[in-house]
């Protein structure tokens, strides 16, 4: 399976990209590949995320254009030239890792200063960078202190300082916010966000958690099996996912097993299992009779369908469960046989509260059903 245009994201051409994956592949064993004939095209001042579950390939693929692997096949290119063979700290790359990597013995200064003076930059210059870098993560009156002194925030922030303090074109962040809290992990994303948009520097950025990737990024490409599922703006991966996995992975989605009994003019009716017949989206599907999985948002379900406009596809459902969420209510209902369909529906005035037991109808608009290979 080679990327398509289409998966690759629609930007930039490999000829104008900074950073391009040209049929890379990597194996740890000389037998099983790791990642698969990547073709990526990153372009300068892009944030793309790569994202995925455990054991898809994201990390080897950032440590492969940090320098700390090497590609089995296939060349990787930085602003139009190769770096296969250029050893990480030649690469003129700024890292961030989930650790945080700073050196105990050292003080804030200090650990920013020390890059520097590996390039051999004068003192005053020295001073001057690291006082701009404190200064972008909010963290001047930090100067000299040691790490052990500092929150888990406060050396996340001070990491990123270090990073950037060399003004490197390009920054690789691994994880970078696994280890804080809920809360602060939300800050930060927009603090790193603001910063690449400031900056104008170019970011990849590797997580396995879909809420962040859709937060930050201009591009996400979805990781499974060491190859990309799909390159896309996070837009597109939410509300047009081109296979069964992306959607899975990508929030949350009620799931309805079905097959095909008709497909004409960019629709499909599927027939369920409980015999009941819907509109969708075909995708990845194009025979009659093939099987499919009908995926549907939670949030585009609405359990008054007699208030939706003409058009809204309507069945039968039990509650099950409802879950209060403080700014959502959560239902579970059994609908065609699946007892894992929810809806969410936000916490406003009027909201009725659902009984499990209740026999109600939901509804959807049929362009937000999409029928997906199974």
């Given at each position: 399976m080679t990327q398509s245009s289409a998966q690759l994201g629609g930007k930039p051409s490999a000829g104008?990209?900074?950073?391009?994956?040209?049929?890379?592949?990597?194996?740890?064993?000389?037998?099983?590949?790791?990642?698969?004939?990547?073709?990526?095209?990153?372009?300068?001042?892009?944030f793309v995320t790569m994202l995925g579950p455990s054991g898809s390939g994201k990390t080897t693929c950032l440590m492969m254009l940090a320098g700390f692997e090497t590609a089995t096949h296939g060349e990787i290119t930085l602003d139009g030239r190769p770096i296969n063979q250029v050893p990480p700290h030649k690469r003129g790359i700024g890292m961030v890792f989930q650790n945080y990597a700073l050196f105990p013995h050292m003080t804030v200064g200090e650990n920013l200063s020390f890059p520097l003076e590996v390039r051999g930059m004068a003192?005053?210059?020295?001073?001057?960078?690291?006082?701009?870098?404190?200064?972008?993560?909010?963290?001047?009156?930090?100067?000299?202190?040691?790490?052990?002194?500092?929150?888990?925030?406060q050396q996340q922030r001070i990491a990123l300082a270090r990073a950037l303090v060399f003004d490197p074109a390009l920054v690789l962040m691994d994880e970078p916010l696994g280890a804080l809290d809920k809360q602060l992990r939300e800050h930060m994303q927009f603090e790193i966000k603001h910063l690449h948009e400031s900056l104008g520097i170019t970011v990849v950025y590797v997580t396995h958690d879909q809420g962040e990737a859709l937060?930050?990024?201009?591009?996400?490409?979805?990781?499974?099996?060491?190859?990309?599922?799909?390159?896309?703006?996070?837009?597109?991966?939410?509300?047009?996912?081109?296979?069964?996995?992306?959607?899975?992975?990508?929030?949350?989605?009620?799931?309805?097993?079905?097959?095909?009994?008709?497909?004409?003019?960019?629709?499909?009716?599927?027939?369920l299992a409980t015999g009941e017949v819907i509109d969708a989206t075909p995708v990845n599907v194009t025979t009659i009779g093939a099987k499919t999985v009908v995926s549907i948002r939670p949030e585009r379900v609405?359990?008054?369908?007699?208030?939706?406009?003409?058009?809204?596809?309507?069945?039968?459902?039990?509650?099950?469960?409802?879950?209060?969420?403080?700014?959502?209510?959560?239902?579970?209902?059994?609908?065609?046989?699946?007892?894992?369909?929810?809806?969410?529906?936000?916490?406003?005035?009027?909201?009725?509260?659902?009984?499990?037991?209740?026999?109600?109808?939901v509804g959807w608009h049929p362009q937000d059903a999409r029928a997906l290979d199974p």
């Open positions: 104008t990209a900074f950073v391009v994956f040209d049929h890379v592949q990597k194996s740890y064993d000389g037998v099983s590949l790791v990642v698969k004939d990547l073709n990526l095209a990153i372009g300068k001042g892009e003192r005053d210059q020295r001073e001057a960078k690291v006082k701009r870098a404190l200064d972008m993560v909010q963290m001047g009156a930090f100067l000299n202190r040691r790490p052990a002194q500092l929150s888990g925030g937060t930050m990024s201009d591009r996400v490409a979805v990781f499974n099996d060491g190859r990309i599922q799909q390159l896309a703006t996070p837009q597109d991966l939410y509300e047009r996912p081109d296979n069964s996995f992306v959607a899975q992975f990508i929030g949350e989605n009620n799931r309805l097993a079905g097959v095909i009994e008709d497909i004409s003019g960019g629709r499909c009716l599927v027939r609405e359990f008054k369908p007699e208030m939706m406009p003409a058009g809204v596809h309507t069945i039968d459902a039990e509650v099950l469960e409802f879950i209060y969420m403080g700014d959502l209510f959560r239902t579970r209902l059994r609908v065609a046989g699946s007892e894992d369909f929810v809806i969410k529906a936000r916490n406003a005035q009027g909201q009725r509260v659902l009984v499990p037991g209740e026999k109600i109808k």
